[in-house]
């Protein structure tokens, strides 16, 4: 049972146009979202955040949107470029114990095309 | 800064053998975790740490075992390997912030096989 969905497995795109990444949740108790970036052999790396509280989050060409009421948040690349092709990972958390766990979609291969 | 530092990057297994995933940071994080990524999903959390010392169980904890000697160190052992545990695995840390959700750092992963 997937709680954090992201349906589209690769998006292309040319570059200078927008990419949009979109992911779907469940679980009413996420109250924090982030986005994580993975190029091939890598770890992934911490991209753009957005709370619960807010409905939109920017930094630099990254904007995140968050649609609680239909469970929905994307992302926005604008501009996009070459070196953003990536695995793009939605995650969600909720706090559980001692830690809050962070639950990951099975990302979005962003190709930009030159 | 080397961050998060996980060894081997690669390793094939036999069946029933047992191996030890290292995994050592160097940015005095009190959170330690570590990740699964099988193909064509996302990254299943396997066990966490708070602290030195202190351990608990992920999602997919099951033939997995973890310790937390240092703040440093967070070693992850499979006992009996099974090619099911054939994966991607990353360990990530991250400081603990009660304000707001801490980002993970991420080392470069350890691709795993078990044949």
């Known amino acids: 049972d997937q709680q954090v969905k992201q349906n589209s497995p690769s998006l292309s795109v040319q570059e200078g146009r927008i990419s949009i990444l979109n992911c779907d949740y469940t679980n009413s108790m996420f109250d924090y979202f982030l986005w994580y970036k993975k190029y091939p052999a890598e770890g992934p790396t911490f991209l753009i955040s957005?709370?619960?509280?807010?409905d939109k989050n920017e930094d630099g060409r990254f904007t995140v949107f968050l649609n609680k009421s239909a469970k929905h948040l994307s992302l926005h690349i604008v501009p996009s470029q070459p070196g953003d092709s990536a695995v793009y990972f939605c995650a969600a958390s909720a706090s559980s114990g001692s830690a809050r766990q962070l639950t990951f979609g099975s990302g979005t291969q962003l190709t930009v095309l030159p | 800064n080397a961050g998060v530092t996980q060894t081997p990057k690669f390793r094939i297994l036999k069946i029933g053998q047992s191996m030890t995933l290292q995994c050592a940071q160097d940015m005095n994080h009190n959170y330690m975790y570590w990740y699964r990524q099988d193909p064509g999903m996302g990254l299943k959390l396997i066990y966490y740490?708070?602290?030195?010392?202190?351990?608990d169980k992920g999602e997919v904890p099951n033939g997995y075992n973890v310790s937390r000697s240092t703040t440093e160190d967070f070693p992850l052992r499979l006992e009996l390997a099974a090619p099911s545990q054939t994966s991607v695995y990353f360990c990530?840390?991250?400081?603990?912030?009660?304000?707001?959700?801490?980002?993970?750092?991420f080392g470069s992963g350890t691709q795993l096989s078990v044949l």
């Open positions: 990530a840390s991250s400081r603990r912030d009660p304000m707001t959700n801490e980002k993970l750092f």
């Open positions: 740490s708070v602290g030195a010392g202190i351990t």
């Open positions: 957005i709370s619960s509280i807010k």
